[in-house]
């Protein structure tokens, strides 16, 4: 299958109160939700659906019956007909004259193929009522308290990162995970992925903080899209509100709500978190940080 270049995000035009644009959206979703779900998308639709679903619980419980009622399918023996019901099957077919297909108004979604029996429809039922009642798991972790606070709005290369960040969070992913060698080749300092326990790496690219080159990490934490902004050591120590608690061993964070923010030294060079999540919240990310 071919990369596809989708949006699924809101829109930066968008008004708040149009729900047909929204609705339109979903709509497309539905058509890929069952190839998602079975790994069959190319890798840069799936981390754009991936980014979606972290703020569509509908998409979500619709991913989750879809490997629900896969797996129980793939349980139950196989059923053959025996050969004179297929031989009658084939002779009916062969005498009827098909009608010309009507031209489709809508796509189908996957719980509406034929494929899928009435075993299925009913699985399908009750798995809704059970899961209309429960909501999308998310792990409290929590972490060691942040050192240092700072106000957000003082320190420039916070407000760079928090315009950056509005910018891409109003669309598309830039990048995607098989980018990450590019990231590195691009920027003159180290370029390595946290590993915090339920974080997942959907993106990568580099991008330009009012003139200074920087790589984007974004994670997919939890039900959570946070993106990590890497640059050089002297952009980074630029500010003395960064320096001195740095220089004492602390983390930084910053609030500008609803982001949150959180800064530490990296090899040759500056790390900062931005989510929208409270940075005591982003510390427990970092904290489980490891090269690969």
Same mark, same amino acid.
């Given at each position: ?30 058509? *890929? ?9 190319? +890798? !840069?639709?799936?981390?754009? %659906?991936?980014?979606? *679903?972290? =703020? ?5 419980? !619709?991913?989750?019956? &879809? $490997? ?7 349980? !139950? ?16 077919? #062969? !005498? ?18 034929? /494929? %899928? ?27 060691? +308290?942040?050192? @240092?606070?700072?106000?957000?709005? #003082? ?5 760079? %990162? ?7 969070? $109003? ?32 993106? @990568? ?16 934490? &939890? ?19 960064? /320096? ?13 709500? +609803? ?5 530490? $030294?990296?090899?040759?060079? =500056?790390? %900062? ?5 409270? +940075? ?13």
């Amino acid at each position: 299958m071919s990369d596809l270049h989708l949006n699924f995000g809101a829109q930066p035009n968008e008004r708040p109160g149009d729900d047909d644009a929204r609705e339109a959206r979903h709509q497309v979703l539905a058509t *890929l939700l069952g190839a998602y779900a079975d790994g069959e998308l190319p +890798p !840069e639709t799936a981390s754009q %659906i991936d980014a979606h *679903l972290l =703020g569509c619980a509908r998409c979500r419980r !619709e991913v989750e019956l &879809h $490997a629900v009622v896969s797996a129980r399918l793939s349980r !139950e023996p196989q059923v053959l007909a025996s050969s004179t019901f297929r031989d009658r099957v084939m002779q009916e077919i #062969a !005498e009827t004259r098909l009608p010309s297909a009507p031209r489709a108004t809508a796509s189908r979604a996957w719980w509406q193929s034929p /494929r %899928i029996g009435v075993g299925a429809a009913l699985i399908v039922l009750a798995l809704t009522a059970a899961l209309s009642s429960t909501r999308w798991r998310q792990d409290a972790v929590r972490a060691r +308290p942040v050192s @240092a606070r700072v106000d957000a709005v #003082a320190v420039p290369l916070f407000v760079a %990162i928090l315009d950056d960040y509005r910018r891409v969070m $109003a669309g598309d992913l830039p990048g995607r995970a098989r980018d990450l060698d590019a990231v590195r080749a691009a920027v003159p300092f180290p370029v390595q992925p946290l590993r915090g326990a339920g974080a997942s790496l959907l993106a @990568a690219w580099s991008t330009d903080l009012r003139g200074e080159p920087a790589a984007v990490l974004a994670y997919r934490w &939890h039900d959570r899209l946070v993106l990590e902004y890497l640059v050089a050591e002297p952009v980074f120590f630029r500010h003395p509100g960064l /320096r001195a608690p740095i220089a004492a061993g602390q983390l930084v964070s910053a609030v500008s709500s +609803p982001q949150g923010l959180l800064a530490w $030294a990296a090899p040759q060079s =500056g790390a %900062i978190l931005v989510g929208d999540v409270a +940075p005591d919240e982003l510390s427990a990310l970092r904290v489980g940080d490891a090269v690969r």
